[in-house]
């Protein structure tokens, strides 16, 4: 069993960065699928980006060019780098293995 455990949240200004860390209580290295999904004000929850073993990633149309998702497998930790920061980006941001197992999530907020 594995537990993740999300990181780097917080306040931020339209236009500015944050990066988002999970950090996994074992070895990622036999996960092929981890992934950040956000779950907005609206209470809908979206796909942010997915990334396989093998460093294949895929992002929401909303997201690309903007954010980054990485796995350091050495680290057993997910990033998600978000750039250019949008009021409409505001959620809570959970991270995933194999799309069943979630952390608790953290809090982005963005300021217009």
């Known amino acids: 069993q594995v537990q993740l455990v999300e990181s780097g949240g917080g306040l931020v200004q339209a236009g500015g960065s944050l990066r988002l860390a999970c950090a996994a209580s074992r070895s990622i290295f036999g996960i092929n699928l981890m992934g950040w999904y956000r779950r907005t004000p609206g209470n809908q929850r979206a796909l942010v980006a997915t990334?396989?073993?093998?460093?294949?990633?895929n992002y929401a149309d909303s997201v690309k060019g903007r954010f980054t998702i990485s796995r350091d497998n050495a680290k057993n930790t997910l990033y998600l780098q978000m750039n250019s920061l949008k009021p409409e980006d505001t959620a809570v941001y959970y991270c995933?293995?194999?799309?069943?197992?979630w952390g608790q999530g953290t809090q982005v907020t963005v300021s217009s």
């Open positions: 990334i396989t073993g093998d460093g294949r990633t």
């Open positions: 995933t293995a194999y799309s069943t197992i």
